[in-house]
Protein backbone atom coordinates (compact mmCIF):
# COMPACT_ATOMS: atom_id res chain seq x y z
CA UNK A 1 0.00 0.00 0.00
CA UNK A 2 2.64 2.42 1.12
CA UNK A 3 4.93 1.52 -1.97
CA UNK A 4 1.80 2.20 -4.47
CA UNK A 5 0.85 5.59 -2.99
CA UNK A 6 4.95 6.48 -3.21
CA UNK A 7 4.04 5.54 -7.06
CA UNK A 8 1.58 7.93 -7.23
CA UNK A 9 3.05 10.90 -5.61
CA UNK A 10 6.14 10.06 -8.13
CA UNK A 11 3.39 10.06 -10.93
CA UNK A 12 1.76 13.23 -9.62
CA UNK A 13 5.13 14.87 -9.05
CA UNK A 14 6.54 13.93 -12.15
CA UNK A 15 3.56 14.95 -14.43
CA UNK A 16 3.98 18.32 -12.92
CA UNK A 17 7.75 18.85 -13.36
CA UNK A 18 7.08 17.55 -17.37
CA UNK A 19 4.05 20.04 -17.59
CA UNK A 20 6.09 22.82 -16.31
CA UNK A 21 9.03 22.26 -18.75
CA UNK A 22 7.01 22.18 -21.83
CA UNK A 23 5.32 25.08 -20.48
CA UNK A 24 8.82 26.62 -20.37
CA UNK A 25 9.99 25.58 -23.42
CA UNK A 26 6.75 26.89 -25.46
CA UNK A 27 7.50 30.55 -23.85
CA UNK A 28 10.44 31.73 -26.48
CA UNK A 29 8.04 30.20 -28.87
CA UNK A 30 5.11 31.93 -27.86
CA UNK A 31 7.54 35.18 -27.29
CA UNK A 32 8.43 35.42 -31.16
CA UNK A 33 5.32 34.53 -32.74
CA UNK A 34 4.06 37.74 -30.42
CA UNK A 35 6.71 39.94 -31.43
CA UNK A 36 6.05 38.95 -35.45
CA UNK A 37 2.70 39.33 -34.96
CA UNK A 38 2.61 42.25 -32.81
CA UNK A 39 0.03 40.77 -30.36
CA UNK A 40 0.13 43.53 -27.54
CA UNK A 41 -3.02 45.23 -26.16
CA UNK A 42 -3.07 48.99 -25.57
CA UNK A 43 -5.81 48.58 -22.81
CA UNK A 44 -7.22 52.52 -24.05
CA UNK A 45 -8.97 51.90 -27.38
CA UNK A 46 -11.78 54.30 -27.52
CA UNK A 47 -14.99 51.80 -27.26
CA UNK A 48 -12.54 50.75 -23.87
CA UNK A 49 -12.73 54.54 -22.58
CA UNK A 50 -15.94 55.05 -22.59
CA UNK A 51 -17.28 52.10 -21.15
CA UNK A 52 -14.84 51.76 -18.64
CA UNK A 53 -12.42 55.07 -18.01
CA UNK A 54 -11.38 54.54 -14.71
CA UNK A 55 -10.15 51.03 -15.72
CA UNK A 56 -8.36 52.24 -18.52
CA UNK A 57 -6.38 54.92 -16.98
CA UNK A 58 -5.18 52.33 -14.29
CA UNK A 59 -4.34 49.84 -17.21
CA UNK A 60 -2.67 52.37 -19.11
CA UNK A 61 1.11 51.42 -17.70
CA UNK A 62 0.26 48.07 -19.23
CA UNK A 63 0.11 48.98 -22.35
CA UNK A 64 2.51 46.96 -25.61
CA UNK A 65 2.44 43.85 -23.46
CA UNK A 66 2.16 40.89 -25.17
CA UNK A 67 -0.80 38.72 -25.07
CA UNK A 68 -2.48 35.75 -25.95
CA UNK A 69 0.26 33.80 -23.34
CA UNK A 70 -3.00 31.30 -22.18
CA UNK A 71 -1.50 29.01 -24.56
CA UNK A 72 1.37 28.48 -22.55
CA UNK A 73 -1.32 27.15 -19.42
CA UNK A 74 -3.77 25.14 -21.58
CA UNK A 75 -1.85 23.46 -23.91
CA UNK A 76 0.82 21.74 -22.03
CA UNK A 77 -1.56 19.34 -20.48
CA UNK A 78 -3.50 18.37 -23.36
CA UNK A 79 -0.16 17.45 -24.89
CA UNK A 80 1.34 15.21 -22.27
CA UNK A 81 -2.02 13.90 -21.92
CA UNK A 82 -1.82 12.81 -25.77
CA UNK A 83 1.43 11.80 -25.79
CA UNK A 84 1.95 9.37 -22.73
CA UNK A 85 -1.78 8.12 -24.24
CA UNK A 86 0.14 6.99 -27.75
CA UNK A 87 2.67 5.88 -25.64
CA UNK A 88 1.37 3.60 -23.81
CA UNK A 89 -0.47 2.25 -26.60
CA UNK A 90 2.51 1.55 -28.46
CA UNK A 91 5.12 0.95 -25.49
CA UNK A 92 3.30 0.50 -22.65
CA UNK A 93 5.03 0.20 -19.42
CA UNK A 94 6.20 3.21 -17.63
CA UNK A 95 4.38 5.12 -20.40
CA UNK A 96 1.01 3.17 -18.77
CA UNK A 97 2.20 4.56 -15.75
CA UNK A 98 1.91 8.00 -16.81
CA UNK A 99 -0.60 7.83 -18.81
CA UNK A 100 -3.81 9.63 -17.14
CA UNK A 101 -6.17 10.11 -20.16
CA UNK A 102 -9.19 8.27 -19.23
CA UNK A 103 -13.31 8.17 -20.22
CA UNK A 104 -14.41 8.73 -16.71
CA UNK A 105 -12.27 10.92 -14.48
CA UNK A 106 -10.05 13.26 -17.83
CA UNK A 107 -12.08 13.12 -20.71
CA UNK A 108 -13.98 15.81 -19.70
CA UNK A 109 -12.06 18.65 -17.78
CA UNK A 110 -9.35 18.18 -20.75
CA UNK A 111 -12.19 18.32 -23.49
CA UNK A 112 -13.25 21.77 -21.12
CA UNK A 113 -9.95 23.23 -21.38
CA UNK A 114 -9.30 22.94 -24.80
CA UNK A 115 -13.03 23.95 -25.79
CA UNK A 116 -12.45 26.95 -23.46
CA UNK A 117 -9.27 27.90 -25.01
CA UNK A 118 -9.65 27.45 -28.65
CA UNK A 119 -13.04 29.93 -27.61
CA UNK A 120 -10.82 32.26 -25.69
CA UNK A 121 -8.36 32.48 -28.30
CA UNK A 122 -10.95 33.13 -31.17
CA UNK A 123 -12.13 36.27 -29.01
CA UNK A 124 -8.68 37.47 -28.55
CA UNK A 125 -7.54 36.95 -32.49
CA UNK A 126 -11.10 38.76 -33.39
CA UNK A 127 -10.13 41.25 -30.18
CA UNK A 128 -6.78 41.97 -31.96
CA UNK A 129 -7.15 41.68 -35.95
CA UNK A 130 -10.47 41.89 -36.45
CA UNK A 131 -11.43 45.66 -34.49
CA UNK A 132 -15.30 45.82 -33.79
CA UNK A 133 -15.75 42.18 -34.49
CA UNK A 134 -14.72 40.59 -30.86
CA UNK A 135 -17.10 39.22 -28.56
CA UNK A 136 -19.01 41.66 -26.18
CA UNK A 137 -20.51 40.74 -23.10
CA UNK A 138 -23.70 39.50 -24.48
CA UNK A 139 -21.97 37.52 -27.34
CA UNK A 140 -19.52 36.16 -24.31
CA UNK A 141 -22.58 35.13 -22.39
CA UNK A 142 -24.58 33.33 -24.91
CA UNK A 143 -21.74 31.09 -26.22
CA UNK A 144 -20.84 30.14 -22.92
CA UNK A 145 -24.49 29.36 -22.01
CA UNK A 146 -24.36 27.40 -25.46
CA UNK A 147 -20.89 25.13 -23.73
CA UNK A 148 -22.84 25.11 -20.32
CA UNK A 149 -26.56 23.79 -21.99
CA UNK A 150 -23.99 21.18 -23.69
CA UNK A 151 -22.24 19.77 -20.85
CA UNK A 152 -25.50 20.14 -18.71
CA UNK A 153 -26.83 17.54 -21.33
CA UNK A 154 -23.66 15.70 -21.05
CA UNK A 155 -23.88 14.85 -17.34
CA UNK A 156 -27.76 14.39 -17.07
CA UNK A 157 -27.72 12.09 -20.42
CA UNK A 158 -24.62 10.63 -20.62
CA UNK A 159 -23.61 10.34 -17.56
CA UNK A 160 -26.81 10.18 -15.49
CA UNK A 161 -26.47 12.91 -13.24
CA UNK A 162 -30.29 13.43 -10.80
CA UNK A 163 -29.10 14.72 -7.96
CA UNK A 164 -27.84 17.49 -6.21
CA UNK A 165 -24.36 16.48 -4.69
CA UNK A 166 -21.83 17.93 -2.15
CA UNK A 167 -19.14 15.35 -1.07
CA UNK A 168 -20.46 11.74 -0.18
CA UNK A 169 -24.49 13.22 0.27
CA UNK A 170 -26.86 12.78 -2.75
CA UNK A 171 -30.58 14.38 -2.84
CA UNK A 172 -32.16 13.30 -6.01
CA UNK A 173 -34.29 16.22 -7.27
CA UNK A 174 -36.16 16.27 -11.27
CA UNK A 175 -33.74 16.50 -13.96
CA UNK A 176 -34.35 20.04 -15.12
CA UNK A 177 -33.77 21.80 -11.54
CA UNK A 178 -30.26 19.90 -11.87
CA UNK A 179 -30.14 21.53 -15.31
CA UNK A 180 -30.48 24.44 -14.21
CA UNK A 181 -27.65 24.43 -10.99
CA UNK A 182 -25.45 22.76 -13.58
CA UNK A 183 -25.70 25.90 -16.34
CA UNK A 184 -25.98 28.41 -13.22
CA UNK A 185 -22.87 26.93 -11.71
CA UNK A 186 -20.59 26.65 -15.14
CA UNK A 187 -21.52 30.05 -16.02
CA UNK A 188 -20.47 31.64 -12.74
CA UNK A 189 -17.26 29.67 -12.49
CA UNK A 190 -15.95 29.86 -16.11
CA UNK A 191 -17.00 33.64 -16.52
CA UNK A 192 -15.46 35.12 -12.76
CA UNK A 193 -12.62 33.67 -13.87
CA UNK A 194 -12.22 36.25 -16.81
CA UNK A 195 -13.65 38.91 -14.24
CA UNK A 196 -10.61 38.53 -11.90
CA UNK A 197 -8.36 38.37 -15.02
CA UNK A 198 -7.24 42.12 -14.99
CA UNK A 199 -3.76 42.15 -12.82
CA UNK A 200 -0.43 40.74 -12.96
CA UNK A 201 -0.48 37.09 -11.29
CA UNK A 202 -3.82 37.94 -10.05
CA UNK A 203 -6.15 34.99 -12.15
CA UNK A 204 -3.15 32.38 -12.14
CA UNK A 205 -2.39 32.80 -7.98
CA UNK A 206 -6.11 32.12 -7.36
CA UNK A 207 -6.53 29.42 -9.78
CA UNK A 208 -3.56 27.36 -8.45
CA UNK A 209 -5.44 27.79 -5.24
CA UNK A 210 -8.47 26.22 -6.22
CA UNK A 211 -6.82 23.44 -7.95
CA UNK A 212 -4.88 22.51 -4.82
CA UNK A 213 -8.06 21.72 -3.26
CA UNK A 214 -9.04 20.00 -6.11
CA UNK A 215 -5.87 18.07 -6.21
CA UNK A 216 -6.01 16.99 -2.84
CA UNK A 217 -9.60 15.90 -2.72
CA UNK A 218 -8.72 14.12 -6.27
CA UNK A 219 -6.38 12.11 -3.83
CA UNK A 220 -8.85 11.25 -1.28
CA UNK A 221 -11.55 10.02 -3.49
CA UNK A 222 -9.08 7.91 -5.48
CA UNK A 223 -9.78 9.77 -8.56
CA UNK A 224 -5.69 9.61 -9.63
CA UNK A 225 -5.84 9.99 -13.02
CA UNK A 226 -7.74 13.06 -12.30
CA UNK A 227 -5.54 14.39 -9.45
CA UNK A 228 -2.70 13.79 -12.30
CA UNK A 229 -4.30 16.36 -14.64
CA UNK A 230 -4.58 18.74 -12.53
CA UNK A 231 -0.60 18.45 -11.07
CA UNK A 232 -0.29 18.53 -14.99
CA UNK A 233 -2.01 22.21 -14.65
CA UNK A 234 -0.66 23.49 -11.93
CA UNK A 235 2.80 23.00 -13.66
CA UNK A 236 1.73 25.03 -16.64
CA UNK A 237 -0.14 27.50 -14.67
CA UNK A 238 3.02 27.88 -12.18
CA UNK A 239 4.99 28.30 -14.95
CA UNK A 240 2.90 30.99 -16.73
CA UNK A 241 2.61 32.89 -13.10
CA UNK A 242 6.49 33.52 -13.04
CA UNK A 243 6.38 35.58 -16.26
CA UNK A 244 2.99 36.87 -15.48
CA UNK A 245 3.91 37.91 -11.59
CA UNK A 246 3.76 41.92 -11.55
CA UNK A 247 5.67 43.68 -13.75
CA UNK A 248 3.96 40.73 -16.69
CA UNK A 249 6.31 40.28 -19.67
CA UNK A 250 3.19 39.06 -20.86
CA UNK A 251 -1.23 38.17 -20.20
CA UNK A 252 -3.00 35.15 -20.81
CA UNK A 253 -5.73 36.76 -22.77
CA UNK A 254 -9.25 35.21 -22.75
CA UNK A 255 -7.49 31.78 -23.62
CA UNK A 256 -6.19 31.17 -20.59
CA UNK A 257 -8.80 32.31 -17.81
CA UNK A 258 -11.61 30.67 -20.57
CA UNK A 259 -9.67 27.05 -20.42
CA UNK A 260 -9.02 27.34 -16.80
CA UNK A 261 -12.30 28.04 -15.94
CA UNK A 262 -14.29 25.51 -18.03
CA UNK A 263 -12.03 22.96 -16.80
CA UNK A 264 -12.13 23.92 -12.94
CA UNK A 265 -16.11 24.24 -13.11
CA UNK A 266 -16.35 20.69 -14.56
CA UNK A 267 -13.69 19.14 -12.15
CA UNK A 268 -15.75 20.74 -9.33
CA UNK A 269 -18.90 18.50 -10.58
CA UNK A 270 -16.63 15.17 -10.98
CA UNK A 271 -15.78 15.51 -7.54
CA UNK A 272 -18.87 16.87 -6.09
CA UNK A 273 -17.41 20.03 -4.74
CA UNK A 274 -19.27 22.14 -6.39
CA UNK A 275 -21.54 23.44 -4.01
CA UNK A 276 -18.43 24.48 -2.18
CA UNK A 277 -16.51 26.80 -5.05
CA UNK A 278 -18.50 30.15 -3.15
CA UNK A 279 -15.92 29.10 -0.72
CA UNK A 280 -12.82 28.30 -2.32
CA UNK A 281 -13.25 30.70 -4.86
CA UNK A 282 -13.59 32.96 -2.20
CA UNK A 283 -11.76 35.84 -4.22
CA UNK A 284 -13.80 35.12 -7.31
CA UNK A 285 -17.36 35.61 -5.75
CA UNK A 286 -16.09 38.82 -4.41
CA UNK A 287 -14.84 40.29 -7.79
CA UNK A 288 -18.20 38.75 -9.70
CA UNK A 289 -20.13 40.04 -6.62
CA UNK A 290 -18.89 43.97 -7.03
CA UNK A 291 -19.82 44.13 -10.72
CA UNK A 292 -23.23 42.52 -9.90
CA UNK A 293 -23.65 45.64 -6.96
CA UNK A 294 -22.21 48.09 -9.52
CA UNK A 295 -24.76 47.02 -12.29
CA UNK A 296 -28.00 46.49 -9.70
CA UNK A 297 -26.73 49.91 -7.91
CA UNK A 298 -26.12 52.33 -11.17
CA UNK A 299 -29.88 50.86 -12.92
CA UNK A 300 -31.47 51.27 -9.97
CA UNK A 301 -30.15 54.29 -8.11
CA UNK A 302 -28.13 55.89 -10.66
CA UNK A 303 -25.04 55.87 -9.08
CA UNK A 304 -21.77 53.65 -8.48
CA UNK A 305 -21.33 52.18 -5.60
CA UNK A 306 -17.16 51.21 -6.31
CA UNK A 307 -14.85 53.58 -8.65
CA UNK A 308 -14.45 50.92 -10.93
CA UNK A 309 -15.34 47.15 -10.94
CA UNK A 310 -14.09 44.09 -10.92
CA UNK A 311 -13.17 45.77 -7.39
CA UNK A 312 -9.57 45.08 -8.00
CA UNK A 313 -9.71 47.92 -10.18
CA UNK A 314 -11.30 50.29 -7.49
CA UNK A 315 -8.57 49.59 -5.18
CA UNK A 316 -6.02 50.36 -7.90
CA UNK A 317 -8.11 53.72 -8.72
CA UNK A 318 -7.58 54.76 -4.92
CA UNK A 319 -4.15 54.51 -5.13
CA UNK A 320 -3.15 50.71 -3.64
CA UNK A 321 -0.28 49.40 -4.92
CA UNK A 322 -1.11 46.15 -7.34
CA UNK A 323 1.09 43.47 -6.12
CA UNK A 324 -0.41 44.26 -2.68
CA UNK A 325 -3.71 43.92 -4.24
CA UNK A 326 -2.91 40.55 -5.99
CA UNK A 327 -1.11 38.93 -2.51
CA UNK A 328 -4.69 40.20 -0.63
CA UNK A 329 -6.86 38.55 -3.16
CA UNK A 330 -4.67 35.45 -2.96
CA UNK A 331 -4.71 35.56 0.99
CA UNK A 332 -8.50 35.78 0.91
CA UNK A 333 -8.70 32.85 -1.53
CA UNK A 334 -5.74 30.70 0.72
CA UNK A 335 -8.33 31.19 3.59
CA UNK A 336 -11.59 29.86 1.01
CA UNK A 337 -9.45 27.52 0.35
CA UNK A 338 -8.63 26.52 3.94
CA UNK A 339 -12.73 26.71 5.23
CA UNK A 340 -13.56 24.47 2.15
CA UNK A 341 -11.09 21.68 3.21
CA UNK A 342 -12.58 22.08 6.81
CA UNK A 343 -16.05 21.69 5.66
CA UNK A 344 -15.12 18.63 3.07
CA UNK A 345 -13.75 16.75 5.73
CA UNK A 346 -16.70 17.71 8.28
CA UNK A 347 -19.05 16.42 5.25
CA UNK A 348 -17.26 13.24 4.89
CA UNK A 349 -16.82 12.60 8.61
CA UNK A 350 -20.80 12.79 8.73
CA UNK A 351 -21.44 10.06 6.46
Known amino acids: MIYEFNLLVIKIISILIFSGLLS ?25 LIQAPIASTTLQEKADTPTMGGVIIWLPPIILALFFYLLKNFFGGYFDFLNFLTRNETYLPIFGL ?11 I ?67 FNEIDGLDGLFAGVAISILIFL ?56 TSTYLLLPLIGLSLVIESGSVILQQISKRLFKRKIFLSTPIHHHFKA ?8 VIRFWIINFLGVLLGLIFYFVIKGLK
Do not use: C
Open 24 to 48: LLLVPIYLRIAQRLKLSDTFVSKER
Open 114 to 124: FLGGIIGLIDD
Open 126 to 192: LNKFKKGHKFGAKEKLLIYLGIAIFFAWWFTVKLNYRFVEIVDFRFFIPFPIFFIIFVFVFLATSLS
Open 215 to 270: LFVSLVEAKYNLASFISALLGSLTVYLWFNSYPALFFDGNNGSFSVGTSIALMSFL
Open 318 to 325: KGMKEPKI
